[in-house]
């Protein structure tokens, strides 16, 4: 696949030079390995010897190192009642500040169900009580509000040092 008359060579000991792309061939069949194209746009194209099959297996196992290292942050969901009771409340909130801790986010909502809707200020007073418990280790990612018979709030943990 390499068209250029002329390589520079880089051999695996890390010896380089200019050669045809012959005697460049030649020299990898020797060493029973293969030319590999690295810089095709230098004057001249820059080939290297070496394990072809080799290199691709290194390079895709790298990738998948990477990846495992990605954290991939998650929303997790808390749920309260307008008259949730002050250890159901600090059981949760305890759960809420084990998922931040883990670098996850958390969105805190009341649920309103029937007539409960008319309690609105007791949603709003939990979830102030919810952010000002875990103000430590998080911070305001939205603000508390209504949305249909739900009042949410979204919490965000704090960089990691």
Same mark, same amino acid.
Do not use: F
């Given at each position: 696949m390499i068209d250029a008359p002329q390589v520079r060579v880089v051999d695996p000991k890390g010896k380089h030079g200019v050669y045809s792309l012959e005697k460049a061939l030649y020299m990898a069949?020797?060493?029973?390995?293969?030319?590999?194209? #690295?810089?095709?746009?230098?004057n001249p194209?820059?080939?290297? #010897?070496?394990d072809y099959g080799k290199y691709l297996y290194e390079k895709s196992k790298k990738e998948r190192e990477s990846r495992k290292k990605q954290h991939q942050t998650q929303l997790k969901e808390i749920r309260f009642r307008p008259r949730t009771d002050t250890h159901d409340f600090e059981f949760k909130t305890k759960h809420a500040r084990e998922f931040l801790l883990s670098g996850h986010k958390v969105r805190a909502y009341v649920q309103f169900r029937g007539r409960d809707i008319i309690y609105k200020n007791q949603g709003m007073d939990i979830l102030a009580r919810l952010v000002e418990a875990l103000?430590?280790?998080?911070?305001?990612?939205?603000e508390p509000r209504m949305e249909g018979r739900r009042?949410?709030?979204i919490l965000a943990p704090l960089k990691q040092k």
């Open positions: 069949e020797s060493q029973n390995l293969d030319l590999v194209e #690295i810089a095709p746009h230098a194209p820059v080939c290297k #010897i070496m103000n430590e280790v998080s911070k305001i990612d939205q009042m949410t709030a």
